[in-house]
Structures are given as structure tokens and as C-alpha cells.
């Protein structure tokens, strides 16, 4: 480690030593992995961004393209990107490819897509990260629902670009470390942090903060000790217990397109109906389809102790009266045949599940197609076009790292991310109440977090005009 000039004053707080720093570093770049102490200038303002996530790092980048002088220093208390890493299978999900009519992409948004419909994708939307990842040499692919990975299909070309940008930027990375206080001092920020490692207090002043947390609890405490309100976070990605012991036999059976509605007892407004892609699980039903209702119906579900009636159209291309046309001219085609190893090739299923809707209806192995009656062919097309399912409960999904809470977006100006309580405090990311979720989520919660970290720095700019 570099030696650090220090102008300290330092007090002994029960067995931990605390510093009250006005530090001033060496001549020496240390690149990426600086000390606090070597952004703590005096001739430069500094921008402290909380979280080393996808929005912090991002944000960081774009504090430093748009405002060189401007010292960044990023404080993460883990791994950098860490949920980057894990996301799409270890290949990413950059963004989705799809959405390219910004009132489209507002729509995706469980909570806040009225809020959204204005500006905010102008800035920096899908299209423009996209861009961006290019422009930085990561070759992109967008796949058929929408998600954008890079070609490597390996996140770590994702991490090593975010990273290496930061470090060519001259932005300082700090890790093992916890933001565990803030306040505000006139037009700075006085914030506490603690080293994992050793029994270290230091206190740094910061003349701009962002706090790119995602849903942890210290995000939260931060903001809220800062003066504003926190909507307590629940789940909003996971997957659907259902009741029926069955549906073990179906594990792994996938279909690539359904239209699913989820019923929730007592609510008034209960998720839209969604169409995407959905598989059967040990447990229940999995799936971008299922992910996405979890997300939409996520505050409810919870409340109803993750209850609901789940209703799916497993032939959402087909109409009502074209499956049982279907059924009815297979019957007069192949009535000495038994049922259960014969049916329309044209519905495109797999011989488990109609297996299991047969069993649904009762209809045994040695039935043959000649003894359908009508009514029960109608039986087995409603179970087509509307099955029902008894959800019981939840699945984790990726350790759940996505959530739905936080601040609500009636306290940040959308125009700028800039918090309505506290000048010169910025948000990005999750912990802003938007629980947006569509196929595409991770550099940043989608493009929402894409254009928060432009917006936020965009307007430092402007205020370091300004001063």
C-alpha cells in the first residue's frame, strides 16, 4: 500500500479507532483500488456513490465522461458486480432488445409506469446501452424474447468492461467497506464508514452522494437518515408453489409461448394478463411468464401469504372453437386409437402433459378416441385454453435479489434522479420504487437505471457549472 499524507485528528471510541480525515494522497495513480483518502481533495469536489452494483458502477463512469475533474470514488462492502456476475445464468441479461417505444417499456413497470411514461427513457434507454457496450467492445446478441447477452455469453464480459472503463476513468473502488452513516453538513454530505477487516472508523466529506444500494437494508438507512421515506421491500422475482402432486411428472416440460393471468382473493386491480414463455418445475411453474406476474402481483402476493388462483392458455395462438374443431376432426380420424398416445400434432405438445390433462378429466389409458363424448372434449379444450392452478406459495429465484420498495418515486425528480428531500443526493437502481421487471433486468434494473445513472450525473454537471 501506498504511504498516505494525513491531516488527521484521531479519537478512541471504544475499542475502535476512528478518523477524522482531511487526507491527502501521493503523486501516485493508484488506479481502481485507491484509498478514501486519495479522493479526498481539496482543490476537487467528490462524488461518493454507495454500492458497487451494475447503477453504481455505471453511474460512476458517467460522472467521470461528463465531469473529468470531478473526483468519483464508488464504496462497495462486497465484490464489485457480484449480482452481474450470476445474472442470465452467468451470461448477463445487458438490457432487452425489444422495447424500443419508451411508452412501451414504461408499461413493463409493475410500479411507477405512470411516472415513467414522460422523458426518462429519452436520455439513456435500451437502445442507447446497447450502444454503449458496443461502442466498449462487447459484442452483443439479441435473443428471441428480447434479452440482450453478450456473444461471449459469459458475464465477465460484462464486468471486465464496466471495471476497465472505471479504472481508465480514474475512478477509486473501494471494497470491504460499509456506508453505516450520513448526514448532511450544509452543501456536503458527512459520511460514516466501517472496514470488515479491522476495527476502523473513517468519516469523509462528500459534495455529492449516490446511493446505488439495490434493495439492502443499508440503502434504506441511509436515505431514510436523510429524510426520506422507505416502502418496505418484498420479494418480486420467484417462481409458484402449486398445489398438485402431479406436477412433479411434468418437471422440465417447457412451453415456449402461453398466456397466463394470476387471481388474487380481495384485490381489486390483480396483474394484466402476460404472454411469454413458462416450465413446469418440481414444485409448480417457473419461467419469464411466472416471474413476470410475480413481479406485477408482488405487494399483493404478499399480503395474501402468496395465494392466488393462476389461469393459463396453453394454446394462446389458437381461438377456443379452432381446439375443439381440432379435437373433434383427430376423433373421426383416428377413433380405434387410444387417447393417450394420440392427439393433434398441431397443438405441438409433449406426450407427459397431455397425459396429465387427460388424467385431469378422468379419462383412463385404454380409452379410445371412440368413445369421446363431445362434452368431454370441450372439457379437455378448456383445460388448453384456460388450466387452473392453486398457487401456495412461493420459489426462490435467484436468492431473490429482486425486490419491490423503497423510496417512492413521488420523492425523487425524475428528470434528474436527484432527491425532492436532500440536494445533491442522487438514486439509481432498485432502491427507487419501481420493481420494473421484463426480459432483460440486469445492468442496472433495466433501462430505468440506465437513465438514472445518466441523469444523476448530468445534473452534477450542471450544478458544478453552476457554483
Known amino acids: ?142 435473443e428471441d424474447d428480447g434479452r440482450v447477452f453478450p456473444v461471449s455469453n459469459s458475464s465477465s464480459s460484462i464486468i471486465d468492461c464496466l471495471l476497465g472503463e472505471a479504472k481508465q476513468r480514474k475512478v477509486s473502488l473501494q471494497t470491504g467497506k460499509t456506508v453505516t452513516a450520513a448526514s448532511a453538513v450544509g452543501q456536503k454530505f458527512l459520511l460514516k464508514i466501517e472496514r470488515h477487516s479491522l476495527d476502523v472508523v473513517e468519516y469523509i466529506e462528500a459534495n455529492y452522494l449516490l446511493v446505488a444500494t439495490g434493495s439492502s437494508r443499508q440503502g434504506h438507512s441511509l436515505v431514510s437518515q436523510l429524510g426520506h421515506s422507505i416502502v418496505d421491500p418484498v420479494p418480486s422475482l420467484f417462481t409458484f408453489k402449486i398445489m398438485d402432486s402431479k406436477l412433479a411428472e411434468l418437471s422440465g416440460v417447457t412451453f415456449p409461448k402461453v398466456k397466463a393471468k394470476l387471481k388474487i382473493e380481495n384485490v381489486r386491480n390483480n396483474p394484466p394478463q402476460l404472454t411469454q414463455a413458462c416450465f413446469f418445475t418440481h414444485w409448480g411453474l417457473s419461467g419469464p411468464v411466472i416471474l413476470r406476474l410475480s413481479a406485477w402481483g408482488a405487494r399483493h402476493l404478499f399480503t395474501s401469504d402468496y395465494k392466488g388462483t393462476l389461469l393459463i392458455d396453453f394454446l394462446p395462438d389458437l381461438h377456443i372453437e379452432d381446439v375443439r374443431s381440432i379435437l373433434i376432426q383427430h376423433k373421426d380420424k383416428y377413433m380405434k386409437q387410444k387417447v393417450p398416445n394420440s392427439f393433434p400434432l398441431e397443438f405441438g405438445l409433449v406426450k407427459r402433459f397431455w397425459r ?52 417512492p418515486l413521488s420523492e425523487i425528480s425524475l428528470n434528474t434522479m436527484e432527491s425532492k428531500m436532500q440536494p445533491r443526493l442522487f438514486l439509481a437502481g432498485e432502491n427507487a420504487w419501481s420493481g420494473g421487471y421484463i426480459a432483460g433486468t440486469t445492468i442496472g434494473n433495466l433501462a430505468a437505471t440506465n437513465s438514472a445513472t445518466c441523469l444523476p450525473q448530468q445534473r452534477i454537471s450542471e450544478l458544478r457549472l453552476h457554483d
Open 1 to 142: 500500500m501506498l504511504a498516505l499524507w494525513f491531516t488527521s485528528v484521531t479519537a478512541i471510541v471504544g475499542r475502535k479507532r476512528t478518523y477524522w480525515s482531511l487526507l491527502y494522497p501521493t503523486n501516485k495513480n493508484r488506479g481502481l483500488n485507491s484509498n478514501v483518502a486519495e479522493v479526498q481533495k481539496s482543490s476537487e469536489e467528490l462524488l461518493v456513490v454507495v454500492g458497487g452494483g451494475a447503477a453504481g458502477v455505471y453511474g460512476a463512469i458517467r460522472a467521470k465522461t461528463l465531469a473529468p475533474n470531478l473526483n468519483v470514488l464508488i464504496i462497495e462492502k462486497g465484490k464489485p458486480l457480484s449480482k452481474v456476475k450470476i445474472s442470465g445464468g452467468g451470461r448477463c441479461n445487458v438490457t432487452n432488445g425489444h422495447c424500443v417505444d419508451n411508452m412501451v417499456l414504461a408499461e413493463q413497470y409493475p410500479r411507477g409506469h405512470i411516472e415513467l411514461r414522460g422523458s426518462f427513457f429519452n436520455m439513456h434507454g435500451p437502445g442507447d446501452t446497447m450502444s454503449w457496450f458496443s461502442d466498449h467492445g462487447v459484442k452483443l446478441k439479441t
Open 356 to 407: 396429465y390433462i387427460l388424467d385431469q378429466e378422468g379419462l383412463g389409458g385404454d380409452s379410445l378416441w371412440a368413445s369421446i363424448s363431445n362434452n368431454t372434449i370441450m372439457s379437455v379444450t378448456s383445460m388448453l385454453k384456460q388450466c387452473s392452478f392453486q398457487v401456495i406459495g412461493k420459489g426462490q429465484f435467484k436468492d431473490e435479489f429482486v425486490t419491490a420498495g423503497g423510496v
